[in-house]
C-alpha cells in the first residue's frame, strides 16, 4: 500500500497563495489517479481536485480557476497550487490515491490510500 505525505500547510492571508506537495512512497505512483480533498470543522470530506495516471485534471466548482492539481511522477508528487484564498478555503486538506489510475472521481469511497493531511487556515 502506497505511503503519502503532505506538506506546504500553513496560515495565510486572504488572496494569498500555498502549493501543498504530496510525495508518494513507492514505485508505482505513476500508475495511481490522485487526488485532493479537504475537511473544515464541523463539516465532512470535500473533493477538492483530481488528477489521472495520464494527467487529466478535474477541480470542484468552489476551486475552479483559484486551484491547480498536477503531478511530476519523476518525483513521485502531486500538487496543489492554490490562489487568491479565501477564509472558507480553511480546512485540514488531504490527499489520496486511485489504484486503477484513469478514474476521475471525486468519490472518496473511490481512494486506496489517504495521507494523514495538513492544515490550511486563511486569515480574513
Known amino acids: 500500500q502506497v505511503q503519502l505525505v503532505e506538506s506546504g500547510g500553513g496560515l495565510v492571508q486572504a488572496g494569498g497563495s500555498l502549493r501543498l506537495s504530496c510525495e508518494a512512497s513507492?514505485?508505482?505512483?505513476?500508475?495511481?489517479?490522485m487526488g485532493w480533498f479537504r475537511q473544515a470543522p464541523g463539516k465532512g470530506r470535500e473533493f477538492v481536485a483530481a488528477?489521472?495516471?495520464?494527467?487529466?485534471?478535474f477541480h470542484a466548482n468552489s476551486v475552479k480557476g483559484r486551484f491547480t492539481i498536477s503531478r511530476d511522477n519523476a518525483k513521485n508528487t502531486v500538487y496543489l497550487q492554490m490562489n487568491s484564498l479565501k477564509p472558507e478555503d480553511t480546512a485540514v486538506y488531504y490527499c489520496?490515491?486511485?489504484?486503477?489510475?484513469?478514474?476521475?472521481?471525486?468519490?472518496?469511497?473511490?481512494?486506496?490510500?489517504w495521507g494523514q493531511g495538513t492544515q490550511v487556515t486563511v486569515s480574513s
Open positions: 489520496a490515491a486511485e489504484y486503477r489510475g484513469y478514474r476521475i472521481t471525486g468519490d472518496e469511497r473511490d481512494y486506496d490510500s
Open positions: 488528477i489521472t495516471k495520464n494527467g487529466v485534471t
Open positions: 513507492g514505485r508505482a505512483f505513476d500508475s495511481y489517479a
